[in-house]
């Protein structure tokens, strides 16, 4: 985001955030303190930044859109709280963990279903070949 964002940190009860089409460049650090927050939509900005971890630690989040972010980077989220979940296929993010909420995603083709395969192989492998 550009400009001030400190002010988002401190809607702490705030349950929703729509931001779409804002021209965003980056994720507000405050995001991760919003402990309330339930349904987080980014989409369709122009974030280059990576994913925060930090949104991994939010009991409440129920959904995340981030589609339409062509230089989003970093790591799919795996808050297991999360049950819908919105990704560009064609971006620089990393499946993480595969989470009930990409079910749908993969199903309908929108994930490159290549990457998701070699994740699973090289984990399933790595975690095998080590115990």
Known sequence: MTGNTKEI?????????????????NFPSELGNLENLEDLNIG??????????????????????????????????????I??????????????KFMDCMKDELESNKYNYKYFWNWYYYNYFKINYHH
Request: glycine content about 6%; some cysteine; proline content about 3%.
């Open 9 to 25: 940190g401190e809607l702490s009860n705030i349950k929703v955030i729509d931001l779409v089409g804002n021209e965003i460049t």
């Open 44 to 81: 369709y900005n122009e974030i280059d930044d990576v994913i925060p971890e930090s949104l991994n630690k939010l009991k409440n989040l129920r959904r995340i859109y981030l589609s339409g972010n062509e230089k989003l980077r970093g790591k799919t989220l795996t808050n297991p709280s």
């Open 83 to 96: 049950k819908e979940c919105f990704y560009d296929e064609d971006v620089n993010v990393c499946i993480a």
